[in-house]
């Protein structure tokens, strides 16, 4: 598929647009390589953003953005001593070009360690972050590198929120047979034997179980699987929690479901020299 990226200025902060022939686009923000918008057909927005977030104030500030597909690296959430779900999502990615992964062509952003990362983290590191469309189809995926002389550990994510209509109708299905952590509490959780629905505050980590999952609401389905990740985890804020975000806001919870791929009950090790890398890819 022929693919164009075009720089533009979106709320103040250096944004890549990708358009593909059939009429796909993708918008990213070079901070946080974060992925903002997905539109597989023209004026039909897949990816959820908050109408609070602030481009500008985030990369000013080195904050995240809330909504679209933040990169999680080097460490999920609390899971260590960084910063919550690391620094990758709050630094500003270089644009590399278009480049083809498996045959298909997609923009990549790269970041590399320096003075700041190794003040937090000390390892030298490349990661690179490939976002491809496809017909119906978005694809990112995430590379990791050790470019040091020792080995390194880190777990990793794509916290992805998916757009919803209407959260009452909406379930993960294919997940019903696996068990779960339930992270507000640390408490292991049996399979429910039933797609998860989304009435109260959700935060799950499924372990070892990445494989086809499917979003759906009404008579609408979004099928997400994952390459080189092994965990999914689920999370919706709910309404008390989501009225007290700042950068979210009362009822905005209703508008989105968060879907993530990752590697995090088990860290990924990386010897010199070695790469790792996990995707996901959403197909509509």
């Not at 923000?29 to 959820?48: D, I």
């Not at 550990?153 to 779960?180: K, M, N, P």
């Not at 292991?188 to 998860?196: D, H």
């Not at 389905?221 to 929690?241: E, K, Q």
């Amino acid at each position: 598929m022929d693919l164009s990226c075009t720089p533009f200025q979106r709320d103040g902060s250096a944004c890549l647009r990708l358009n593909a022939a059939d009429g796909a686009v993708a918008e990213i923000c070079l901070h946080g390589a974060h992925v903002l918008s997905w539109q597989p057909t023209p004026g039909r927005e897949r990816l959820y953003l908050s109408p609070r977030a602030s481009l500008a104030q985030c990369a000013a500030t080195r904050a995240a953005i809330r909504g679209g597909i933040p990169v999680i690296f080097p460490q999920f959430g609390g899971r260590g001593p960084m910063v919550k779900h690391g620094f990758a999502r709050l630094l500003s990615w270089r644009y590399v070009g278009i480049e083809a992964d498996a045959g298909t062509p997609g923009a990549v952003l790269e970041l590399i360690d320096n003075e700041d990362t190794r003040r937090l983290w000390p390892a030298r590191f490349r990661a690179r972050l490939h976002v491809a469309l496809a017909p119906g189809a978005l694809t990112v995926r995430l590379a990791i590198g050790n470019q040091g002389e020792a080995p390194f550990s880190f777990t990793a994510a794509l916290h992805t929120y998916l757009r919803v209509d209407d959260l009452d109708a909406t379930s993960v299905q294919g997940l019903e047979a696996a068990g779960f952590e339930d992270t507000r509490d640390g408490r292991l959780a049996a399979a429910e034997g039933e797609p998860v629905r989304f009435q109260s505050e959700v935060d799950r980590l499924y372990p070892d179980c990445a494989h086809d999952l499917l979003l759906a609401q009404g008579n609408d389905a979004m099928r997400i699987s994952a390459d080189g990740f092994r965990d999914t985890v689920l999370w919706n804020p709910g309404a008390a929690l989501a009225a007290g975000m700042a950068d979210l806001g009362a009822g905005e919870h209703r508008h989105f479901v968060c879907v993530e791929s990752g590697t995090i009950a088990m860290p990924v090790t990386l010897a010199p020299g070695e790469e790792w890398s996990g995707a996901q890819r959403l197909q509509v």
